[in-house]
T-cell receptor
Framework: DQQVKQNSPSLSVQEGRISILNCDYTNSMFDYFLWYKKYPAEGPTFLISISSIKDKNEDGRFTVFLNKSAKHLSLHIVPSQPGDSAVYFCAASDNTGKLIFGQGTTLQVKP | GAGVSQTPSNKVTEKGKYVELRCDPISGHTALYWYRQSLGQGPEFLIYFQGTGAADDSGLPNDRFFAVRPEGSVSTLKIQRTERGDSAVYLC??????????????FGPGTRLLVL
């Protein structure tokens, strides 16, 4: 039972344009959500997070939106840069501390 | 400062052998987590420690897997009688506290385990 789903395995965008990565979840007990970025042969690197009491959190070029009623969140990257090319994981947590990850979306930003 | 380190970076073993994977968390971090990532999947939770004790081991797949953290710092994940299905990247993460989900988990580079 996949509680966190990233339905798009890959995404390709042009440099300078917006990248939108999507994530859906099923467990209504999740109250904290995170995005991690992963380069090959490295561990996941924390990008940005959002608590369920908010619907938007912004950090520089990265913005996460949360729609609790739809159990959906998205990560917007604007403008996209070639260095953003990586695998992006959505993760969710309830009050236990452990993270439940999606399958990942591979983003390619073309120069 | 230094991040989370994991050794070895790669491990090749034969089916049925015993392996140990080591994790050195960020200094001062009291919470430590182990995850496993299979090809094409996201990391999957195995176990987490708060200090020396295992606070949640619900993700360990079976009794061939166990982990220790005897002094509340370094942790070792131990796999007995390895099977080919155990082949994966084993990731370790640490966070400052384990008081709730709002502590960011910082990941190490992982150990790539291949069971032949």
């Amino acid at each position: 039972d996949q509680q966190v789903k990233q339905n798009s395995p890959s995404l390709s965008v042009q440099e300078g344009r917006i990248s939108i990565l999507n994530c859906d979840y099923t467990n209504s007990m999740f109250d904290y959500f995170l995005w991690y970025k992963k380069y090959p042969a490295e561990g996941p690197t924390f990008l940005i997070s959002i608590s369920s009491i908010k619907d938007k959190n912004e950090d520089g070029r990265f913005t996460v939106f949360l729609n609790k009623s739809a159990k959906h969140l998205s990560l917007h990257i604007v403008p996209s840069q070639p260095g953003d090319s990586a695998v992006y994981f959505c993760a969710a947590s309830d009050n236990t501390g452990k993270l439940i990850f999606g399958q990942g979306t591979t983003l390619q930003v073309k120069p | 400062g230094a991040g989370v380190s994991q050794t070895p970076s790669n491990k090749v073993t034969e089916k049925g052998k015993y392996v140990e994977l080591r994790c050195d968390p960020i200094s001062g971090h009291t919470a430590l987590y182990w995850y496993r990532q299979s090809l094409g999947q996201g990391p999957e939770f195995l176990i987490y420690f708060q200090g020396t004790g295992a606070a949640d081991d619900s993700g360990l797949p079976n009794d061939r897997f166990f982990a220790v953290r005897p002094e509340g710092s370094v942790s070792t994940l131990k796999i007995q009688r390895t099977e080919r299905g155990d082949s994966a990247v084993y990731l370790c993460a640490s966070s400052l506290l384990a008081s709730g989900p709002h502590e960011t988990q910082y990941f190490g580079p992982g150990t790539r385990l291949l069971v032949l």
